[in-house]
């Protein structure tokens, strides 16, 4: 069974460039987590999204958005990046209603230069 | 003050030993604990979820959870090189949906 997949695996963009970063679920996952882990401060938690919809946010600005799609894939869009946004930025996906059971894709880094 | 408190290391230990990974936290309302390992440039792997209080083991990893002390603990028997990774607890409050990680504890298992 594939597990989660995210591309690309590493980007490099510059202070107000925006970035989108791709998920894809583990098959029969409907629910898709995203979480940034930036050195030294451990996974933060940016969004949830189940069944097509954003179901909550972590204490992240506006620029953190992103979607979900009838595949479950998910996206995640961050506009006017800052130097503080060059973390790794992780997938998980769970089963529906199961979120203590969230599995982890290989995640995207970013660093902002 | 953070929710989920986890000393980060590092933690060396030779190989065999038994290792004891530990996380605190400060809200009663967490009911979930799991323990995920992360290899260095790879995304976190779950190993351990329990429910509320106890014990469960799995093979050479068993999960403790002392609701009580606000204490959980991951012990790793007849540790090997390949256990070496970074270590992160998570938990999750009932009727919640996201995972609150400690910062993780670095291990590394000497042969």
């Known amino acids: 069974e594939a597990g989660v997949t995210q591309s690309p695996t590493h980007l490099i963009k510059t202070r107000g460039q925006q970035v989108t970063l791709r998920c894809s679920p583990i098959?029969?996952?409907?629910?898709v987590y995203w979480y940034q882990q930036a050195l030294g401060l451990g996974l933060q938690f940016l969004l949830w999204y189940d069944e097509g919809e954003e179901r909550n946010r972590g204490n992240f600005p506006p620029r953190f958005s992103g979607r979900q799609f009838p595949n479950y894939s998910s996206e995640l869009n961050v506009n006017a990046l800052e130097l503080e946004d060059s973390a790794l930025y992780l997938c998980a996906s769970s089963a529906s209603g199961h979120q203590e059971t969230q599995y982890f894709g290989p995640g995207t880094r970013l660093l902002v230069l | 003050q953070k929710e989920v408190e986890q000393d980060p290391g590092p933690l060396s230990v030779p190989e065999g030993a038994i290792v004891s990974l530990n996380c605190t936290y400060s809200n009663s309302a967490f009911q979930y604990f799991m323990w995920y390992r992360q290899y260095s440039r790879k995304g976190p792997e779950l190993l351990m979820y329990?429910?509320?209080?106890g014990n469960k083991e799995d093979g050479r990893f068993t999960a403790q959870v002392d609701k009580s002390s606000k204490y959980i603990s991951l012990f790793i028997r007849d540790s090997q090189p390949s256990d070496s990774a970074t270590y992160l607890c998570a938990m999750r409050k009932t009727g919640a949906n996201n995972l609150f990680f400690g910062t993780g504890t670095r291990l590394t298992v000497i042969p």
């Open positions: 098959s029969g996952h409907t629910s």
């Open positions: 329990t429910y509320s209080s």
